[in-house]
């Protein structure tokens, strides 16, 4: 029989009553159903987020946006999202009764599969929250880690991510988590034995200290695989998730980089050396950021991330076409500094040029100049070209716009780390 087609449209926000809905969308009959593969028929799920006192309105919208993308990139399709405002996130429910009772008539008249929440919820609201809608519950850390599972292709990505799993799962524990092995037993340990979550609890402990002691082997090659290379001087591309690092790495390194406009399409990372005039460097590609990045992956990701710790030069990739571009260069930032890697030399380069819109301003509009009317010339005029802390350049990685300028930014900056390492063989350059 012929499977049927599944449509759906992008979907918008609609006035102020915090919902975006995606329409023309029909839920197949059970009949239906059994004619169509895992593969084409996407779960359903409502997103919701809360507006607190510190957010604007305008910015929680984009971070479901974001959200959506990031459920999208897990294979899901969202059919409404729900914005409360409140003061504070409720400490039990995370949103508010009178709204509890809202999205759950959502759920089952729209059929939804699962509810996510565009925040980390405690294990008490996720008891609640499962409790008071009879479904799955996921948080903003549960869809990240899940996209990171599909998308790991290597081993080192695979125990990195399983680690940063377990030790989410391990305070949630809801008797959900299937035997690893068998209970143990013998002469001496007949008793009165375990309950299930505490078994569950000792062999999820047990599985975590043992990918502890597999990260450190692995921590122990990487750092013996950059000793090998400490003759050259090492470049690393840092940057929000989706800004086109990969293309980037591509065009400077010749290379085949999987890149792909999807959130978290590189996981491991990549090293290649590029030769930019009679200079030579490695340039490594890394894993992107994303605001509100779960904290245990960035501890799982240690000996990843360690090759943007000891780098010599990084180079900060922002996707200059997109609205929050700024709110996406501070929260790669603060991942920066949180890793230990905030003071290094960094060139800052806005790519997708090719992709920058702007809203054309009327002559006769009074009202005041906005980011959304500003020409790229505009921008290039701006702070983010004339800080005197960090070198700045405008590109277009798939359209290879102004690369050759970008590569004797490169060489620029490398020359100046030859000068310092290299005393004596400053003639070359």
């Known amino acids: 029989m012929k499977k049927s087609n599944w449509k759906t449209d992008k979907g918008k926000f609609k006035g102020q009553t915090g919902i975006w809905e995606h329409e023309n969308q029909r839920r197949p009959s059970p009949q239906e159903r059994n004619t169509f593969s895992t593969d084409t028929v996407p779960e359903r799920a409502i997103l919701v987020s809360v507006c607190d006192s510190k957010t604007t309105m305008e910015r929680t919208e984009e971070c479901l946006r974001e959200l959506a993308f990031l459920l999208e990139t897990a294979g899901g399709v969202p059919v409404k999202t ?18 509890l009772e809202e999205v759950v008539e959502y759920k089952n008249a729209l059929e939804a599969d699962f509810i996510v929440f565009d925040d980390e919820l405690s294990p008490a609201q996720l008891r609640n929250l499962e409790k008071a809608f009879d479904c799955r519950i996921l948080d903003r850390t549960t869809l990240i880690l899940d996209i990171f599972a599909k998308r790991a292709r290597t081993s080192i990505a695979k125990t990195q991510v399983e680690l940063a799993q377990l030790q989410y799962m391990l305070p949630r524990l809801t008797r959900m988590w ?18 299930q979550i505490e078994t569950d609890r000792r062999l999820i402990t047990q599985k975590i200290t043992l990918l502890k002691e597999r990260l450190k082997d692995i921590d122990k090659q990487k750092t013996q695989q950059r000793k090998n290379r400490e003759s050259l001087v090492r470049v690393a591309l840092v940057g929000y998730t989706n800004v086109g690092k990969s293309t980037l790495m591509n065009l400077l390194a010749k290379s085949d980089v999987f890149a792909e406009n999807k959130l978290f399409a590189t996981l491991d990372t990549t090293v290649r050396k590029v030769v930019v005039d009679n200079l030579p460097f490695l340039l490594t590609d890394t894993v992107g950021f994303i605001r509100k990045l ?127 390492r290299y005393p004596s063989n400053n003639f070359l350059y």
């Not at 003071?343 to 009327?362: G, H, L, Q």
Request: charge should be negative; aromatic fraction near 6%; charged fraction near 25%.
């Open 178 to 195: 299937t035997h690893l092995e068998r209970q143990r037993g013998g002469i001496g340990m007949r008793g009165p034995g375990e309950s």
């Open 82 to 99: 729900v914005i409360q405002k409140l003061e504070r996130p409720d400490s039990r429910t995370y949103i508010g009764s009178g709204k």
């Open 294 to 420: 779960p904290h245990g992956l960035v501890e799982s990701f240690k000996s990843t991330l360690d090759e943007v710790k000891e780098a010599d030069l990084l180079m900060h990739v922002v996707d200059i076409s997109h609205p929050d571009y700024e709110q996406q260069i501070e929260s790669v930032n603060h991942t920066l500094d949180e890793i230990g890697a905030a003071d290094k030399p960094t060139i800052m380069v806005f790519n997708k040029i090719d992709a920058y819109r702007y809203v054309e301003k009327d002559p006769d509009d009074l009202t005041p100049v906005t980011k959304d009317n500003w020409t790229l010339q505009m921008l290039q005029n701006s702070w983010l070209s004339k800080s005197a802390l960090q070198p700045t350049i405008f590109i277009s990685a798939a359209e290879r716009q102004n690369i050759d300028a970008l590569r004797q930014m490169i060489y620029d900056e490398i020359c100046q780390i030859h000068a310092i």
